[in-house]
């Protein structure tokens, strides 16, 4: 290879090179400085207190944090799942900006920011963020795009997220430890059964047991976890007219607690077999109304009745024969 040559090759790199080197300067000097960081770098999360999430006007709801520190829906005060909220909170604070997928809207249909969900995070009546929220990525991650300017970008993390306020209720509306149930009473047109236990270690006794009877131990200890966890599904006013009728025909189940609380759980049902409709309402008083865990279900039962599986209603249904072990079985032993 001759001089000429070799002048020329080396040319040639020095001007590769300087092209290369151009180029990682300006990708360097145009970087995006939001790829790396969290969408809520900069927010105290601690003083979140105002969340609204909303698709259009028919799908939108406002979550209130209030003085004490409880979540509620804003437009009739009820309770809201403090746990989904904080899982919420925590997927924004977490997910990271990975990658500018354009500076223009014209993209928008494509990642789903057309018809996106809109979500403004408040700190009192500061605004923390404000985000509209796009597809989710086949391959993880979510399509986002900030109030400031026209960019998106794709999170690292999904963030699903609903703009109906019944996703957002605390489903649950009683709550109650298996530890504190003391007697459990359950009565119906045809009949009472009144079940007793003198302390959370010992078991419960069926009033009026008679002679030659066995107590069925399993059915009757299983009612320590009557009140818990009881979910709905949908509620309603207690005046709306379908659960008026379902509740007219019903049965009651009275249940007191060691600290002197006593609830008045009534269930009935309307329709037949697969359009049947269960539906549930709680009274409660009495007791320690310095508890919140008790207040907060007080006020749900106050103006509602509920409706509920099949499964959940049946638990405050119960016939005394429940309780007693058919003589077949009690005599064999």
């Given at each position: 290879m001759n001089k000429s040559s070799l002048i020329t090759i080396g040319l040639v790199v020095i001007a590769i090179i300087a092209v290369v080197s151009k180029s990682i300067n300006s990708s360097n000097k145009d970087a995006d400085p939001m790829i790396g960081q969290t969408i809520m770098a900069q927010a105290d999360t601690t003083k979140i207190s105002n969340i609204e999430i909303s698709r259009d006007n028919d799908h939108k709801v406002s979550l209130v944090m209030d003085e004490k520190h409880a979540w509620h829906l804003q437009t009739d005060n009820f309770p809201a799942d403090a746990a989904k909220i904080l899982q919420f909170i925590e997927n924004l604070t977490s997910a990271k900006i990975v990658r500018k997928m354009g500076t223009n809207k014209e993209i928008y249909p494509s990642l789903g920011l057309d018809n996106a969900t809109n979500v403004v995070i408040k700190a009192k009546d500061q605004e923390l963020l404000h985000i509209k929220i796009g597809s989710q990525r086949k391959g993880g991650g979510a399509y986002i795009s900030l109030n400031t300017n026209d960019n998106s970008y794709l999170l690292s993390k999904n963030l699903s997220v609903f703009a109906d306020a019944n996703d957002w209720e605390l489903k649950v509306i009683a709550n109650v430890e298996s530890k504190d149930i003391k007697t459990v009473e359950f009565i119906s047109k045809s009949a009472t059964s009144k079940l007793t236990r003198e302390s959370a270690d010992k078991d419960f006794l069926l009033d009026g047991i008679k002679e030659g009877e066995e107590l069925n131990?399993?059915?009757?200890?299983?009612?320590?976890?009557?009140?818990?966890?009881?979910?709905?599904?949908?509620?309603?006013?207690?005046?709306?007219?379908?659960?008026?009728?379902?509740?007219?025909?019903?049965?009651?189940?009275?249940?007191?607690?060691?600290?002197?609380?006593?609830?008045?759980?009534?269930?009935?049902?309307?329709?037949?077999?697969?359009?049947?409709?269960w539906y549930v309402h709680i009274d409660s008083a009495g007791g320690k109304e310095d508890n919140e865990n008790f207040k907060t279900y007080a006020f749900i039962n106050s103006k509602w009745s509920f409706e509920v599986s099949s499964y959940i209603a049946q638990k405050f249904i119960k016939s005394r024969t429940d309780f007693i072990v058919p003589p077949a079985k009690a005599k064999n032993g």
């Open positions: 131990k399993s059915s009757a200890n299983a009612l320590a976890n009557i009140l818990t966890g009881i979910r709905y599904t949908s509620r309603v006013e207690s005046d709306n007219a379908l659960a008026k009728n379902a509740l007219e025909q019903a049965s009651k189940a009275i249940i007191t607690t060691y600290d002197g609380r006593t609830y008045t759980v009534t269930v009935g049902k309307v329709g037949e077999k697969d359009s049947e409709k």
